[in-house]
C-alpha cells in the first residue's frame, strides 16, 4: 500500500477546498464582515498542509491506485477534508467548540443537512456561503464516488452500476475522472437553473444561490432557521420540489439521455419504483390531513407534497412543524428517512435499488419453498443480478440495521429521549438531517445535544454516506496483509 500516493491525492484535495475557501472570505471582506480573518486562518493551514502533502510526495505516480488503496484513500480524503473544512467554523466570531465546528463540516460535506447553528438569519453571510458550498461540493463528490469508484470495489451492491467504461481491473482514477467531468457540467447546469429559477420565484440572489447549492445536492442548509417556509410562497416551493427530484435521481440517467437515449428516464425500473413510492406516500399523507386533522385539499396537497419529497430525497428543507400531524404520519416520515433516493444521486438512505433486490430476493425464496428444484435467475433492469451482488446488499442491509441499533443506545445512554435517539441515529445514517420531536425536529437544531451524541452522529452520517463498507474493511485483518 503506498501510503505516499494517498497523501498526494489528499493534498491535492487539500488544496483545492482551501482555495474554495477564498469565495466567503472575499464575500465577507467586501461587506467588511470581521469573519473574512477566520477564513484567511483556515485557507492558510489548509493550504500549507496540502501544499506540503504535495511537495513531499510529488515524486510518486497517483497512476493505477489499486484497489486496497481505494478503500484507505476514500475513508482519509473523506475524514481530511471534514476536518479542515471545520477549521472556518471555529475561528469564527460565532464561538463554536471543535465539536460544533466538525458536526457541522461533517453535516455539510456529507449533504446530511443537520445543523447546531441557530439564528442564521443573523449569521454572517461568509459562514452561510460556507456551508451552502460544503453541500454543494459534497454532492458532486457523492455521485462520482457511487458512480465511478464504489462499484469497482463491490460495496454493498453497487457493483450492479458499473458504467460501460468500467472494468474488473484495478485502475479507479482515469475512470473517475471522466466520469466527474461530464457529471460536472450536469451538476454546474442543474445548479444554475435552479438559481435563476429561485430568484424569479421571488429569492434575493444572495438565497437563490445558497438554496440552489443546498437543493441541488439534496442537502437542506437553508439560510434562516424557519427553512423553506420562511418564504411562505408556494412558487418557491414548487422549485426546490423539482430540483430536490432531479437531485435525487440517478446521474447515469442523465448522461444517457444527452447521448439521445430519451426514454431511459422512463425505463429504469429504480427511477420508476422511487416516482411509484414517492407518490404513494403523498397520496396517504393528503388523505390523513384531509380526514383525520382537517386541512383543506389544496393545503393538504401542498404540504404533503413538498414535505414528503424533502424526506425521500433526504434534502430535510421543511415547510411545516410534521410533529404535530400526528401518529401516523411520524411513522410514515421515520419509515422515509432512511429510503432514500436512487443509486447515483445525491441522495442518502438505504436506495432504492436495494429494497428493490430484496424484495426480488424474498419473491424467489418463495418460489424455492414451492419449488425446491426450480431455477431462478435474479433480473434487474433485464440484467441478470448475480450472487454476489445479492449477498452484498443483503450484508449492507443487516449492518444498516446493526449500526442504526447501536448508535441509538448510545445516544440513549448519552442521556437523549426514546424520539430524539431514534429519529436522530436514522436522520443521521440516511443523511437526512431533521429527526422527530421537539429537540432535532423541524422546528429545532442539534445545538441543544451534549458533545458525545454530536461525535457519534457526526460518525454515523460518515459511515453511511461511506457505504458502511468502506470504513469496516480497514478494521479487517485480512485487509492489511499482503
Known amino acids: 500500500i503506498r501510503f505516499r500516493v494517498i497523501l ?116 454572517p453571510p461568509g459562514i452561510l456561503i460556507w456551508r451552502a458550498m460544503l453541500q454543494w461540493v459534497g454532492g458532486i463528490g457523492l455521485i462520482v464516488m457511487a458512480i465511478a469508484i464504489l462499484p469497482l470495489l463491490r460495496i454493498g451492491g453497487m457493483q450492479l452500476f458499473r458504467t460501460e467504461s468500467s472494468d474488473k481491473n484495478d485502475k479507479i482514477l482515469p475512470r473517475a475522472r471522466q466520469m466527474s467531468l461530464a457529471i460536472s457540467k450536469i451538476y454546474l447546469c442543474f445548479t444554475v437553473i435552479c438559481v435563476l429559477s429561485y430568484f424569479f420565484a421571488g429569492m434575493n440572489l444572495f438565497d437563490s444561490m445558497l438554496h440552489a ?40 440517467i442523465y448522461i444517457k439521455m444527452l447521448r439521445g437515449d430519451l426514454k431511459a428516464l422512463f425505463t429504469d425500473n429504480q427511477v420508476l419504483f422511487f416516482f411509484s413510492m414517492l407518490i404513494g406516500f403523498i397520496m396517504l399523507t393528503i388523505y390523513w390531513l384531509v380526514e383525520h386533522k382537517g386541512f383543506d385539499l389544496s393545503g393538504a396537497t401542498r404540504l404533503a407534497v413538498f414535505n414528503i419529497t424533502a424526506i425521500m430525497t433526504t434534502t430535510g428543507f421543511a415547510s411545516a412543524n410534521y410533529n404535530v400531524w400526528g401518529e401516523f404520519v411520524l411513522i410514515l416520515f421515520f419509515m422515509l428517512t432512511v429510503v432514500g433516493g436512487c443509486t447515483g444521486s445525491t441522495t442518502g438512505g438505504i436506495k432504492i435499488f ?114 458502511i463498507f468502506t470504513i469496516l474493511v480497514l478494521f479487517s485483518k485480512i485487509f492489511w496483509k499482503d
Open 213 to 252: 447549492m443546498t437543493t441541488v445536492s439534496t442537502g437542506g442548509f437553508a439560510t434562516h432557521d424557519s427553512s423553506i417556509s420562511f418564504y411562505n410562497s408556494q412558487t418557491i416551493e414548487i422549485v426546490a420540489i423539482i430540483f430536490m427530484i432531479l437531485g435525487s435521481l440517478p446521474f447515469l
Open 8 to 123: 498526494l491525492i489528499i493534498g491535492y484535495l487539500l488544496s483545492i477546498i482551501s482555495i474554495a475557501m477564498l469565495v466567503p472570505l472575499i464575500a465577507d471582506f467586501i461587506l467588511s464582515n470581521s469573519d473574512w480573518y477566520a477564513f484567511f486562518t483556515a485557507f492558510f493551514i489548509t493550504l500549507f498542509i496540502g501544499v506540503s502533502f504535495i511537495l513531499t510526495c510529488q515524486q510518486d505516480k497517483i497512476k493505477d491506485v489499486t484497489v486496497r488503496e481505494a478503500f484507505i484513500l476514500t475513508s482519509l480524503s473523506w475524514l481530511a477534508l471534514v476536518f479542515f473544512a471545520a477549521l472556518p467554523f471555529y475561528f469564527s466570531e460565532l464561538a463554536m467548540s471543535f465539536t460544533d465546528a466538525f458536526f457541522e463540516a461533517m453535516s455539510g460535506l456529507t449533504t446530511t443537512g443537520a445543523t447546531v447553528l441557530s439564528n442564521l438569519d443573523f449569521a
Open 354 to 467: 436495494r429494497f428493490q433486490i430484496l424484495y426480488i430476493i424474498a419473491k424467489y425464496q418463495i418460489f424455492k419453498l414451492i419449488q425446491p428444484h426450480g431455477i431462478y435467475r435474479i433480473q434487474y433492469n433485464k440484467n441478470t443480478v448475480s450472487e454476489t451482488v445479492s449477498s452484498a446488499v443483503l450484508s449492507f442491509f443487516i449492518l444498516f440495521c446493526l449500526c442504526f441499533f447501536v448508535i441509538t443506545m448510545l445516544l440513549a445512554i448519552s442521556g437523549l429521549d426514546f424520539i430524539t435517539s431514534l429519529s436522530g441515529a436514522a436522520a443521521a445514517l440516511a443523511n437526512v438531517g431533521p429527526g422527530l420531536g421537539d429537540i432535532i425536529g423541524p422546528t429545532g437544531n442539534y445545538g441543544e445535544i451534549n458533545d458525545f451524541a454530536k461525535w457519534i452522529l457526526a460518525l454515523a452520517m460518515l459511515v453511511c454516506r461511506l457505504e
